[in-house]
């Protein structure tokens, strides 16, 4: 008969970014362990708040299935001798299988007969194996962070302070260290701290629910928005979706109530950032804003308490005063801060370390207003070089103000402000802005132009000092967010069609740092650019296979040349276009043919006096007007129609392949038509190197 497992490991409060993957990891360990020890269930439920992880599994058979076990010895052949007596390698397999020499038997196997131990293994009871197996599932919990308490040895997140453990209607006893597991559970911390008897799954639930618990985290979270939804809409208002501080709030409470506090129309007068970043990132609050105006932020804010209380104005009034104290904070920032220039920030910058081994922000500024002149410039934006390299220049000016000390998270935000407030352009103080973006893999990217080129280079800066410094991502590790960096230049490149070489932009920048630095690494520059571009080449590769492209397509692109990124991706574009052809099978059979015999030729001068066969002849004239055609689409980055016109090649070079020896005994013939060949690989290598297409 099946029955019911639950599980609950009591404990501290669980920090609500550590939730979610705990609960998804307590249900995966769980089915791997009942899998691992053949215990058959119908399913598997996991719950948590902030103070509990839960597992309910339903349909737990009582016992495991009794089994056979066959352990197989030495082939019969060698198992006895002529006179039908065991030998050595027999009896010593009777010996390590612990049974008599006559027990054991002969089976049939496709290498032919051999000696075997047969056994009946009894299947043990569910609740004797549960009481191995939790006490290790609950410690083989990970987490990012685990810490031990007391006297104890063991580590967990949090400590920990109750173990729930029944299946059916008995107790699982087991004990950590000096806490004994028990059918008994605790409501919410503050309004039912009294422990209450577990005999069942209904019990359970109903004594959560009168212990002030909601132990569903996708029911909480849906109660949370409903709430917020119907209060915003109660005040004219409504809140922006913030899956991210939904998923926080939601871990923090056990029983959530949904409330309203408002604060001085007064404080909109700052940037509505500040008010958001306040409410948000400080206090977990919600930001409401008009209904008749989507950027208009109105003076309320809906938050969430994880206490029923008895006069909800009580709880607003004292969040409200917090939230007051921390808006008269940030006027005083704001209010001295503008009180003078942006650039006027500057100088302080010497005092603010970018990298111990590279320098300080200051620094770091130079070779940002000098690199981005240099992109801009390469990029054609001569007539926008002057507010280029002044975005550039003042790109981290804000972070030498107190605003941005206190909120780091506006850095770039507040230079907007800033700059404004000190009569910069618009555009000098939206690319201030706009050089942080992408802050996330996927998020907005920057608008502007000159936001986009002073973001590339200060992306290329940090890479390029994090790797000539020795500081390269490694595994998981990359603290440097070095990935998305590159990952932010790639995206931008792309979205902007802009058109520079990684080679160039990567050297200027390292050659700026080498100068800067008293030319301590220059002897490890070449190295360093190399490293550099095998892991942007590698970001591209992942970022184009995981937008779809086929991972062979995007090799025998990049393996040829990775340079300019939006070059790349338009071949990987075209070749991908390109192989939905009927005959590019063919095609491709016939080039790799080419590359397997010139391999590593270079592909000298092809000299018609060499000519013997009428076949390399036509193959040699379709070549020169065919590479005429193609290098002239591939200067105007038309990479389709070359490849499509490269395809008048196929036919000569099958009639070649068909009539023409290439390894000829003459030395000179063999030479002019490896020559020959080695300049169609060559043709074919300004886009892609089909060897390396699965055709």
Known sequence: MAKELILEIGTEEIPAGFLDNTINNLASLTKKALEENS?????????????????????????????????????????Y??????????????????????????????????LA??????????????????P????????????????????????????????????????????????????????????????????????????YVLLDQIQRRDNINTGIKELAEKIGGFVPEDPELLETVTNLVETPVVLKGDFEEEFLSLPKEVLISVMKNHQKYFAVFSKSDKDELLPHF??????????????????????????????FFFDEDKSSHLETKLDDLNGMVFLSEIGTYYQKTERLTELAGYLGDQLGFKDSIIDIKRAAELSKADLATQMVFEFPELQGTMGKYYAELSGEKAEVAKAIEEHYMPIARDSALPESEIGSI???????????????????????????????????????????????????????????????????????????????????????????TSEGFSQDVVEAVVSVEFDDILNSK??????????????????GAAFKRVVNIVKDHSGNEVLSEHFVET???????????????????????????????????????????????????????????????SQIKNLFFKIADFSKLNT
């Not at 948590?48 to 019969?76: H, N, Y």
């Not at 131990?117 to 939790?134: P, S």
Request: charged share 30%; with cysteine.
């Open 117 to 134: 131990v047969k056994r009946q293994i009894k299947g043990q009871k569910t609740d004797k194996i549960l009481k191995e197996i939790l």
């Open 81 to 114: 001798d002529e006179n039908g007596n065991p030998t050595k390698p027999a009896l010593g397999f009777a010996k390590a299988q612990g049974v008599d020499i006559k027990e054991l038997t002969t089976v049939k196997r496709d290498r032919g007969e051999f």
């Open 454 to 544: 002073v973001s590339i280079t200060d992306k290329v800066d940090a890479i390029s000092s994090c790797f000539i410094s020795g500081l390269i991502p490694s595994g998981t590790s990359d603290p440097y967010a070095l990935r998305r960096q590159a990952i932010g230049i790639i995206n931008i490149s792309v979205d902007k069609n802009f058109h520079f070489s990684l080679k160039e932009i990567f050297q200027s920048s390292l050659e700026l740092i080498i100068k800067q630095t008293g030319d301590k690494y220059s002897d490890s520059s070449e190295e360093t650019l190399k490293n550099i571009i095998n892991f942007m080449a590698d970001r591209f590769r992942n970022l184009m």
């Open 136 to 211: 290790d599932l609950i410690l083989s919990l990970p987490f990012r962070k685990s810490m031990k308490w007391g006297d104890g040895e063991i580590t967990f997140v949090r400590p920990l302070r109750w173990i729930l453990s029944i299946f059916g209607d008995k107790t699982i006893s087991f004990n950590l260290e000096n806490l004994k597991s028990s059918n008994k559970s605790y409501g919410h911390r503050f309004m039912h701290p009294k422990a209450f008897k577990v005999t069942n799954w209904d019990d359970y639930e109903k004594g959560l629910e009168d212990g």
């Open 302 to 331: 809906i938050f969430v308490c994880g206490t029923p209380v008895k006069d909800n104005d009580v709880v607003s009034k004292g969040n409200e005063r917090v939230i007051r104290a921390r808006f008269t904070d940030a006027r």
């Open 615 to 677: 076949a390399e002849e036509q193959l040699h004239s379709t070549l020169s007007d065919v590479r005429e055609k193609v290098e002239a689409k591939i200067l105007d980055k038309n990479y389709l129609d070359s490849l499509l016109i490269m395809k008048e090649l196929k036919e000569p070079v099958d009639h070649f392949f068909d009539n023409v020896m290439v390894m000829d005994k003459d030395p000179k013939i063999k030479e002019n038509r490896l020559s020959m060949l």
């Open 570 to 587: 338009r071949k990987i574009e075209a070749l991908t276009e390109f192989r939905k052809a009927t005959d590019f099978e063919t095609l």
């Open 39 to 79: 215990l058959s269930y119908e399913s598997i439920d996991s719950y948590g708040t902030p103070r509990r992880l839960t597992l309910r599994v339903k349909g737990l058979v009582e016992k495991q299935e009794d089994r056979t076990e066959e352990a197989f010895g030495p082939p019969v052949k060698i198992a």
